[in-house]
């Protein structure tokens, strides 16, 4: 895999910082202002850290870790977008049909539900990359428009508020969203859940026969199968369609989280944003934690970086690419293992 | 063709690289004069490779001098770039061992690709390479497909179709590596024939190999390398082959194969059933089953169809599909490719021994099983360091950091372990240096001798490793199985059922098995 | 009917034009080896670049070249890494659509402020040929149309006569199928590939241009939508081909300008189910027919490889 050296992922933000300043400068903007807007929006306050770095952090983190997983085995799953859009409209509906029960029933439900859709969306890519060798970067990401187009459809059709005027459903009802983590602040749960699955997924890689079993399909596809016995068709599968699953889960976690309800567009591109977040943590789960929340820091600071210095938000996805080039660029001579990784016989 | 014309075409004297603190070659000389066949003999590992590399313009020297049609390339005062497209221009011609062909790209196309007649780009050099093929095949009789797909070749066509490549720049010095190795011995001699014809045009022929036979039949001058240095400069005529293979290897006693002991073969361990020809494969214990036969022929199914791991899918596979196969619980596997199929080299040791016993309930612990006791695969793994002499900085070096001899002696500890009840291992000594050859015949040998000895087989194309070490001894020729008799397991013998493999013949319906 | 049929295959031409521009540009990067999924990123830039550029110069053409030159532009970002420093394919390519998304939105508010004024952008005027125009139903659509139109129907057979009747278009498959023998047969591999990927770039830029200057008009943010990912499946589904690649593009077009064909007709089921219509049709297609066609080879790898 992406073995990076130790001092990568600190060239990277170097060099996004560097490049940043220059564009900026010439962009007639005041750096020292802006990256302090920066620095004040995404760590400034305690409402800053929690509200904002660490709410933002929870969608990275949690599709993350579901491209963590699925590149550890050699899965180019760029569809974290779609499943996350297909778990936030499944765990919306269980949540907003079942919002009578008690939130010990309904929360678990949703999730469950979200998990289901996740793997369920990235299902066909597995399918075909198993039968037919097609390549998964092109099914999964075609599928995410489908995700995003259809959700929508669902917003302004079936799944639309009562009144039919807003493009946006029904709100959920209180038993089916997430409690406060930090008490005075908007820190739901979903951040606890996501630092936990984190720290799992760590042990799994480390520890773990499958999890030990999953990194040699990723690194020598080949030995696995020949000299580990490994069945890689099925091993694969079940990182794919898990991979899947945690996409699927960070929508659920979202809308029960933070938006309570569904809007089009829900997702601010976190399925992409997560294969930096993932890369950047050089597939470390431990370290993914680290680097979601660099990334939601990075977005939270967008918006005070916006507000106070003008700069606009887009410059937050410029910041991200250049680091994630950086970490590439640091990197380099290493290249993705596993011949069929990159080479699909018939895609 | 000794005095007739004694101008150097390849001068190298006092040639030195290095890799890192791996000397490849020291103090390395050879002299191949035009009009001669040259036979650059060695064993792996001798530095044949890195010469030749140096020589095509691949790598740099450390020191020495190179001299090239008389024009000095690399010496004093010239230390300045020898690429490979000055090799080329200088007039000497490559033929890789493994082919620079591009598979589905057709036979026209391949030797179209870098001609670069037409500067231009623009245009294909179509006419001319129709042209300069046709010629070549009134010169030399050699016949080559140009309208097929390189991928739909042949091995033989497709090594013609690389020595064409090679010629229509009409090289003065004409340089293959290891041409024989993958070739039926069939198409051996018609390429033998070749590489007289073309030194008889007055070129300058280089044959590398590791295959005394053939070199001794065929070549003018021998120039014998080991360690880097060489220690043989003679005409043919002045050597046995007795004497370049203790030039080789430097060493007498080693040459001479480990004294053989006859062995009661043991109970079935392992059966392999043919499809239609009732062709029946029962391997006892104690018993050492070798399989012969030229790559491609099946032989890799079948290997991995004994070793009880999947066969490999998709086209290519030469009928070899297995029939019903009985096989034990403990299965020792030494694969050909041990850098792909064998290690995973960004892996530590430990990890890549964890590979191949992740399955041993010693090693797993944890509720089910599900965690791997990493204390106890260290242990094993240091155990196996020690015990096969395995060089390495530790427990927590790559497998890509050793070399390759230690590697397959990682990979033969690794299969080992445990005592197997059936053991394949597929051209194990494939790309090692004598004292690895070595260490696997005689892990093989100590096996067969064991108290609880298994099964053994052994897969290979290389026919003297077979008929060494194997009790039984069968040919393998598109898929098919046959049991070579007693009395006609002789090089000759297993090279002509081997032959079987030539082009476009059908195989010979299971004789000479009853 | 007829009229509906006549402006349906108008639409199917013009939402099928950029796609078939950049697929063809990808098709040639990719015949050499590199999978650019960062396509999207030099879509807009092209798009930004051929307002800015038409907007600065008066001048749609010179709008158009510029669209080129700012694709060609984000395509460096893409094809130096790759290339010349063999970083992995797809992630560079995911960061390029990034900065590319990203990049294009932070000069237009910049430029132009948040809201995005009302642009008086010179349009690229349709080129309309006397006669062939006149043909009912398809005249319109393929004889009366911009300039970049013809351009790209003129692409797809010159790329066919590039890839497999000239040496460099030998030499870019070579490269992209074995990278070892072509070097081996003394083919500067990494000039090649870094040539082909910009092309594909350059073309890339060439779609949003036409997007822009010729289809939409103005400049909006993300206007792209997405259809440098749909081009990389347009290549799939073209089979590495320039006139299937020509075929695809239009099929895609076409399916997405289904939508408007059916809202004339009354069929209003609504219009995001459409949108994913085209998405839903390529899969279908990868699924079904296009299942056995085989990439080039050495797709999506780096060279030389190391290990």
């Given at each position: 895999?992406?073995?990076?050296r130790?001092w990568?992922?600190?060239f990277?933000?170097?060099?996004?910082?560097?490049?940043?300043s220059?564009?900026?400068?010439?962009?007639?903007y005041?750096?020292?202002?802006?990256?302090?807007?920066l620095?004040?929006?995404?760590?400034?306050s305690?409402?800053?850290?929690?509200?904002?770095?660490?709410?933002?952090?929870?969608p990275?983190?949690?599709?993350?870790l579901?491209?963590a997983?699925?590149?550890?085995?050699?899965?180019?799953?760029?569809?974290a977008?779609?499943?996350l859009?297909?778990?936030a409209?499944a765990g919306?509906?269980?949540?907003?049909?079942?919002?009578?029960?008690?939130?010990?029933?309904?929360?678990p439900?949703?999730?469950?539900?979200?998990l289901?859709?996740?793997?369920a969306?990235?299902?066909?890519?597995t399918?075909?990359?198993l039968r037919?060798g097609t390549?998964?970067v092109?099914?999964?990401?075609l599928l995410?428009?489908?995700a995003?187009?259809l959700?929508?459809w669902?917003?302004?059709?079936?799944l639309?508020?009562?009144?039919g005027?807003?493009?946006?459903t029904?709100p959920l009802?209180e038993s089916?969203?997430?409690?406060t983590?930090?008490?005075g602040t908007d820190?739901?749960?979903?951040?606890?859940?996501?630092?936990?699955?984190?720290?799992?997924?760590?042990?799994v890689?480390?520890?773990?026969r499958?999890?030990?079993?999953?990194r040699?399909?990723g690194?020598?596809?080949?030995?696995?199968?020949?000299?580990g016995?490994?069945?890689s068709g099925?091993?694969?599968?079940?990182?794919?369609l898990?991979?899947g699953?945690?996409?699927?889960?960070?929508?659920?976690?979202?809308v029960?989280?933070?938006?309570?309800a569904l809007?089009?567009?829900?997702?601010?591109?976190w399925?992409?944003?997560?294969?930096?977040?993932?890369?950047?943590a050089?597939?470390?789960p431990?370290?993914?934690?680290a680097?979601?929340?660099?990334?939601g820091?990075?977005q939270?600071g967008?918006?005070?970086?916006?507000?106070?210095?003008g700069?606009?938000l887009?410059?937050?996805?410029?910041?991200?690419a250049?680091t994630?080039?950086g970490?590439?660029i640091?990197?380099?001579?290493?290249?993705?293992?596993?011949?069929?990784?990159?080479a699909p016989e018939?895609? | 063709?000794?005095?007739?014309e004694?101008?150097?075409?390849?001068?190298?004297?006092?040639?030195?690289?290095?890799f890192?603190?791996?000397?490849a070659?020291?103090?390395?000389?050879?002299?191949?004069?035009?009009?001669e066949?040259h036979?650059?003999?060695?064993?792996n590992?001798?530095g044949k490779?890195?010469l030749?590399?140096?020589?095509?313009?691949?790598l740099?020297?450390?020191?020495?001098e190179?001299?090239v049609?008389?024009?000095?390339?690399?010496g004093?005062?010239?230390?300045?770039?020898?690429?490979?497209r000055?090799?080329?221009?200088r007039?000497?011609?490559m033929?890789?061992?493994?082919?620079?062909l591009?598979?589905?790209?057709t036979g026209?196309?391949?030797?179209?690709?870098?001609?670069?007649?037409?500067?231009s780009?623009?245009?294909?050099?179509?006419?001319w390479?129709?042209e300069r093929?046709h010629?070549?095949?009134?010169?030399?009789?050699?016949e080559?497909?140009?309208s097929?797909q390189?991928?739909?070749?042949?091995?033989?066509?497709r090594?013609?179709?690389?020595i064409v490549?090679?010629?229509?720049?009409?090289?003065?010095?004409?340089v293959?590596d290891?041409?024989?190795?993958v070739l039926?011995?069939?198409e051996?001699e018609?390429?033998?024939?070749?590489?007289?014809?073309?030194?008889?045009?007055?070129?300058?022929?280089l044959?590398?190999?590791h295959k005394?036979?053939?070199?001794?039949?065929?070549?003018?001058?021998?120039?014998?390398?080991?360690?880097g240095?060489?220690?043989l400069?003679?005409?043919?005529?002045?050597?046995?082959?007795?004497?370049?293979?203790?030039?080789?290897?430097?060493?007498?006693?080693?040459?001479?194969?480990p004294?053989?002991?006859?062995?009661?073969?043991?109970?079935v361990?392992?059966r392999?059933?043919g499809r239609?020809?009732?062709?029946?494969?029962?391997?006892r214990?104690?018993?050492i089953?070798g399989?012969?036969?030229?790559?491609g022929n099946g032989?890799?199914?079948l290997?991995?169809?004994?070793?009880?791991?999947e066969?490999?899918?998709?086209?290519?596979?030469?009928?070899?599909?297995p029939g019903r196969?009985?096989?034990?619980?403990?299965?020792?596997y030494?694969?050909?490719?041990?850098?792909r199929?064998?290690?995973?080299?960004s892996?530590?040791?430990a990890?890549?021994?964890?590979?191949?016993?992740h399955?041993?309930?010693?090693?797993?612990?944890?509720p089910?099983?599900a965690?791997?006791?990493?204390?106890?695969?260290v242990?094993?793994?240091?155990?196996?360091i020690h015990?096969f002499?395995?060089?390495?900085?530790g427990?927590?070096a790559?497998?890509a950091s050793?070399?390759?001899?230690?590697q397959?002696?990682?990979?033969?500890?690794?299969?080992?372990?445990g005592?197997p009840?059936?053991v394949?291992?597929?051209?194990?000594?494939?790309?090692l240096d004598v004292?690895g050859a070595?260490?696997?015949?005689?892990q093989l040998?100590?096996?067969?001798?064991?108290k609880?000895?298994?099964a053994?087989?052994?897969v290979s194309?290389?026919?003297?490793?077979?008929?060494?070490l194997?009790d039984?001894?069968f040919?393998?020729?598109r898929?098919?199985?046959?049991?070579?008799p007693e009395?006609?397991?002789t090089?000759?013998g297993v090279?002509?059922?081997?032959l079987e493999?030539?082009?476009?013949?059908a195989?010979?319906a299971?004789?000479?098995?009853s | 009917?007829?009229v509906?049929?006549?402006?349906?295959?108008?639409?199917?031409?013009r939402l099928g034009?950029p796609l078939?521009l950049?697929?063809l540009?990808e098709m040639?990067?990719?015949?050499a080896g590199?999978?650019?999924?960062?396509?999207?990123?030099?879509?807009?830039?092209g798009?930004?670049g051929?307002?800015l550029?038409?907007?600065?110069?008066?001048?749609?053409?010179?709008g158009?070249?510029?669209?080129?030159?700012?694709?060609l532009?984000?395509g460096?970002?893409?094809?130096v890494?790759?290339?010349w420093?063999?970083t992995?394919?797809?992630?560079t390519?995911?960061?390029?659509?990034?900065?590319g998304?990203?990049g294009t939105?932070?000069?237009?508010?910049a430029?132009?402020?948040?809201t995005?004024?009302?642009l008086d952008v010179p349009q690229l005027?349709?080129l309309?040929i006397?006669v062939l125009?006149?043909i009912?139903v398809?005249g319109?659509?393929?004889?009366?149309?911009?300039?970049?139109?013809y351009?790209?129907f003129?692409?797809?057979?010159?790329?066919?006569?590039?890839?497999?009747r000239?040496e460099?278009?030998l030499?870019v498959r070579?490269?992209?199928?074995?990278?070892?023998?072509?070097?081996?047969?003394?083919?500067?591999?990494?000039?090649?590939r870094?040539?082909?990927?910009?092309?594909g770039?350059?073309?890339?830029?060439?779609?949003?241009?036409?997007?822009?200057?010729?289809?939409?008009?103005t400049?909006t943010e993300n206007?792209?939508?997405g259809?440098?990912?749909i081009?990389i499946?347009?290549?799939?589904?073209g089979?590495?081909?320039?006139?299937g690649v020509?075929?695809?593009?239009?099929?895609?077009?076409a399916?997405?300008a289904l939508?408007?064909?059916?809202?004339t007709?009354g069929w209003?089921i609504?219009?995001?189910?459409f949108l994913?219509?085209?998405?839903?049709?390529t899969?279908?297609?990868?699924g079904?027919?296009?299942g056995?066609?085989?990439?080039p080879?050495?797709?999506g790898?780096?060279?030389p490889?190391?290990h």
């Amino acid at each position: 895999m992406i073995r990076a050296r130790w001092w990568g992922p600190f060239f990277a933000i170097g060099l996004a910082l560097a490049v940043t300043s220059v564009a900026l400068a010439l962009g007639g903007y005041d750096v020292p202002q802006a990256l302090g807007a920066l620095w004040r929006g995404a760590f400034g306050s305690e409402q800053a850290i929690a509200s904002f770095t660490l709410k933002r952090s929870v969608p990275l983190l949690l599709t993350g870790l579901a491209v963590a997983l699925a590149f550890r085995a050699g899965i180019w799953n760029i569809g974290a977008e779609g499943q996350l859009y297909a778990g936030a409209v499944a765990g919306f509906t269980v949540g907003f049909v079942g919002g009578g029960l008690p939130a010990a029933v309904v929360i678990p439900a949703m999730l469950a539900a979200s998990l289901v859709a996740g793997a369920a969306w990235a299902a066909f890519p597995t399918v075909m990359k198993l039968r037919g060798g097609t390549n998964e970067v092109i099914t999964t990401l075609l599928l995410n428009f489908v995700a995003i187009h259809l959700t929508a459809w669902l917003i302004d059709g079936p799944l639309q508020e009562p009144q039919g005027v807003y493009n946006e459903t029904a709100p959920l009802p209180e038993s089916a969203t997430l409690g406060t983590l930090w008490p005075g602040t908007d820190l739901h749960v979903g951040f606890a859940l996501a630092v936990a699955l984190a720290v799992v997924l760590w042990v799994v890689f480390r520890f773990t026969r499958v999890g030990f079993l999953i990194r040699a399909v990723g690194e020598g596809p080949e030995a696995a199968r020949i000299a580990g016995r490994v069945d890689s068709g099925r091993l694969s599968a079940g990182v794919f369609l898990a991979s899947g699953a945690l996409a699927g889960l960070a929508g659920a976690v979202h809308v029960a989280g933070v938006d309570l309800a569904l809007y089009p567009g829900l997702s601010q591109g976190w399925g992409y944003t997560a294969i930096a977040v993932a890369l950047l943590a050089r597939l470390n789960p431990l370290a993914v934690i680290a680097t979601a929340i660099f990334f939601g820091a990075i977005q939270a600071g967008g918006t005070s970086m916006q507000r106070v210095a003008g700069v606009p938000l887009a410059w937050v996805n410029v910041i991200e690419a250049i680091t994630v080039i950086g970490v590439l660029i640091a990197a380099r001579g290493r290249s993705r293992s596993g011949g069929d990784a990159g080479a699909p016989e018939a895609a | 063709m000794t005095d007739r014309e004694v101008r150097a075409a390849v001068r190298i004297r006092g040639l030195r690289r290095t890799f890192g603190s791996v000397v490849a070659l020291d103090d390395a000389r050879l002299e191949v004069r035009a009009g001669e066949v040259h036979a650059l003999v060695g064993e792996n590992g001798a530095g044949k490779t890195t010469l030749l590399s140096v020589l095509a313009g691949h790598l740099r020297p450390d020191a020495g001098e190179v001299e090239v049609d008389g024009a000095s390339v690399f010496g004093a005062g010239r230390a300045r770039g020898w690429s490979t497209r000055d090799a080329w221009n200088r007039g000497v011609g490559m033929v890789h061992q493994h082919f620079a062909l591009v598979p589905r790209l057709t036979g026209e196309e391949n030797l179209s690709l870098g001609v670069r007649r037409a500067r231009s780009g623009w245009a294909l050099p179509t006419d001319w390479v129709r042209e300069r093929v046709h010629r070549i095949r009134a010169e030399t009789g050699l016949e080559v497909d140009l309208s097929r797909q390189v991928e739909a070749l042949s091995i033989g066509e497709r090594q013609r179709l690389e020595i064409v490549k090679v010629l229509l720049r009409d090289p003065r010095i004409l340089v293959l590596d290891e041409p024989t190795a993958v070739l039926a011995p069939s198409e051996v001699e018609g390429l033998l024939t070749l590489l007289r014809r073309l030194a008889g045009e007055g070129r300058a022929v280089l044959l590398v190999a590791h295959k005394l036979d053939e070199v001794l039949r065929v070549a003018d001058r021998i120039t014998v390398l080991r360690n880097g240095r060489t220690v043989l400069e003679a005409d043919r005529a002045a050597v046995t082959a007795r004497s370049v293979a203790e030039a080789m290897v430097g060493d007498a006693e080693a040459l001479d194969a480990p004294q053989r002991t006859t062995v009661e073969p043991g109970e079935v361990r392992a059966r392999w059933l043919g499809r239609t020809d009732g062709v029946d494969l029962e391997l006892r214990a104690g018993e050492i089953v070798g399989i012969a036969g030229v790559e491609g022929n099946g032989q890799r199914e079948l290997a991995r169809a004994l070793a009880g791991r999947e066969t490999a899918a998709g086209p290519g596979g030469s009928g070899g599909a297995p029939g019903r196969i009985h096989l034990p619980d403990r299965v020792a596997y030494v694969p050909q490719d041990r850098g792909r199929e064998g290690l995973i080299g960004s892996f530590d040791l430990a990890e890549n021994v964890a590979l191949g016993h992740h399955a041993d309930p010693d090693v797993r612990g944890g509720p089910g099983g599900a965690f791997l006791r990493w204390n106890a695969l260290v242990a094993r793994t240091r155990e196996m360091i020690h015990t096969f002499g395995i060089r390495t900085s530790g427990s927590r070096a790559t497998a890509a950091s050793l070399s390759g001899g230690n590697q397959q002696r990682l990979v033969v500890a690794r299969e080992l372990h445990g005592s197997p009840e059936l053991v394949v291992a597929e051209n194990p000594t494939r790309g090692l240096d004598v004292a690895g050859a070595r260490f696997v015949h005689d892990q093989l040998h100590r096996l067969r001798r064991a108290k609880h000895a298994p099964a053994i087989v052994l897969v290979s194309t290389d026919l003297d490793e077979v008929l060494a070490l194997s009790d039984r001894v069968f040919t393998i020729v598109r898929g098919r199985l046959t049991e070579v008799p007693e009395a006609e397991r002789t090089r000759e013998g297993v090279g002509a059922r081997m032959l079987e493999a030539g082009e476009g013949r059908a195989a010979r319906a299971g004789e000479g098995t009853s | 009917m007829i009229v509906a049929l006549s402006a349906f295959l108008a639409a199917g031409v013009r939402l099928g034009v950029p796609l078939v521009l950049a697929a063809l540009g990808e098709m040639v990067s990719e015949r050499a080896g590199v999978l650019n999924i960062g396509l999207e990123g030099s879509i807009i830039a092209g798009a930004l670049g051929s307002v800015l550029g038409a907007m600065a110069t008066g001048s749609p053409a010179l709008g158009i070249l510029i669209g080129a030159a700012a694709g060609l532009l984000v395509g460096l970002a893409f094809a130096v890494p790759v290339v010349w420093l063999n970083t992995d394919q797809i992630i560079t390519g995911t960061a390029v659509t990034l900065l590319g998304l990203g990049g294009t939105a932070a000069v237009y508010t910049a430029r132009f402020g948040a809201t995005g004024a009302q642009l008086d952008v010179p349009q690229l005027d349709r080129l309309r040929i006397p006669v062939l125009a006149d043909i009912p139903v398809i005249g319109p659509a393929l004889f009366d149309v911009a300039p970049t139109v013809y351009l790209t129907f003129a692409l797809a057979p010159l790329l066919g006569w590039f890839l497999f009747r000239t040496e460099w278009g030998l030499e870019v498959r070579a490269v992209g199928e074995d990278p070892d023998a072509a070097a081996a047969a003394g083919l500067p591999v990494r000039r090649l590939r870094f040539g082909a990927a910009l092309f594909g770039t350059l073309l890339a830029g060439l779609a949003g241009a036409h997007l822009a200057l010729a289809y939409a008009g103005t400049f909006t943010e993300n206007m792209s939508a997405g259809r440098g990912f749909i081009a990389i499946a347009v290549v799939v589904l073209g089979r590495w081909r320039p006139w299937g690649v020509l075929v695809a593009g239009l099929f895609f077009g076409a399916a997405d300008a289904l939508q408007y064909l059916l809202q004339t007709l009354g069929w209003d089921i609504g219009y995001q189910l459409f949108l994913a219509l085209p998405y839903i049709l390529t899969l279908a297609a990868l699924g079904g027919w296009i299942g056995r066609a085989r990439a080039p080879a050495a797709l999506g790898l780096p060279w030389p490889r190391t290990h």
